[in-house]
């Protein structure tokens, strides 16, 4: 169990990076030795891609989008995810290949089944041990996530949008219950916090 991989999901300003780090220092200090990254940008060239993705470049096909979310992960999972897991390190990450489901499958209506090929392809069949989903509704999250900065590309998006995101991630976590936590992040971050680190030592049998 040293080797979990171990993600976070949700919407815009739900609290994913916040709690993997909270969850990081927990599971140090448990004597675990753990890797925290993130989706898009978790490689020198995931920084290049990052940019265009979230700084609204101009992308003229509607698969443009997904293929770099694709690339990005490709590049992520061979150079940063499975070295530290063939390591025997635990790996948190910031988004995994539910992100690209929920926001190009529900939130740009792309046909599940090119989703899921591209996913497969570009995690090479990896899969989360555990997936925390912290659900917020989106008009919550949006105004936490953009208090201190301007909107990206994302959080531009229409309610519309952002509603089919949050749907398609639910039925996410109807789908993989064993896998898929989901934890409402209207709570104070101290309580969503406990519920994390909880369900963290049953999955590793503390």
Known sequence: MKNLFITFEGGEGCGKSTHSRLLKRYLESKGYKVVLTFEPGGTHIGRFLRKMLLKGAILNSRYSELLLFAADRAEHVKNVIMPALNAGT??????????????????????????????????????????????????????????????????????????????????????????VKVISSNCPVEEVQKMIRKLMDEKLGN
């Open 90 to 179: 635990m790996v948190i990450c910031d988004r995994f290949i539910d992100s690209t489901t929920a926001y190009q499958q529900g939130g740009r209506k792309i046909d599940k089944t090119i989703v899921r090929l591209i996913n497969k392809l570009s995690s090479g069949g990896l899969v989360p041990d555990i997936t925390f989903l912290l659900d917020v509704e989106p008009k919550i999250g949006i105004r936490r996530g953009t208090r201190h900065t301007g909107k990206d590309k994302f959080e531009s998006e229409n309610g519309g949008f952002h509603r089919r995101v949050r749907s398609t991630y639910l039925n996410i976590a109807k789908s993989h219950p064993k896998r």
